[in-house]
């Protein structure tokens, strides 16, 4: 089973900075695929940055610019740095992992979601 942990989230003044971390563990074999969402008070949940395979990223119109989606291999860890950050960027923010196991499961796994706050 995969589990992710997210840390990182916060109270900000507008024009700061956080950066967002999601550690993957379990039975990980392979990710092909990462990506951050948010939802805001009274909103659907949106994608934010997303990267499949090797391929570039991907960001929503509202962050290019100002968010960028990373990996560290060596530490399992998917990152979303957002800088620039208005009010309109708060939200709960999930990391998704899709990957497969070791012994060839395909597995889609979300973190328990975390508050950002942007004050103005």
Known sequence: Q???VESG??????GGSLRLSCVVSGRV????????YRQAPGK?????????G????NYA???KGR??????????TVYLQMNS?????????YCNVRGTSYDGRTWNAWGQGILVTVSS
């Open 61 to 63: 119109d509202s962050v």
């Open 2 to 4: 995969v589990q992710l």
């Open 9 to 14: 989230g916060g109270l900000v003044q507008a």
């Open 29 to 36: 074999d392979s990710i092909n695929f990462q990506g951050w």
């Open 44 to 52: 659907q949940r949106e994608v934010v940055a997303h990267k499949v």
């Open 54 to 57: 090797g391929g570039s990223e």
């Open 67 to 76: 968010f960028t989606i990373s990996r560290d291999n060596a530490k399992n």
């Open 85 to 93: 950050l208005k009010p309109e960027d708060t939200a709960v923010y």
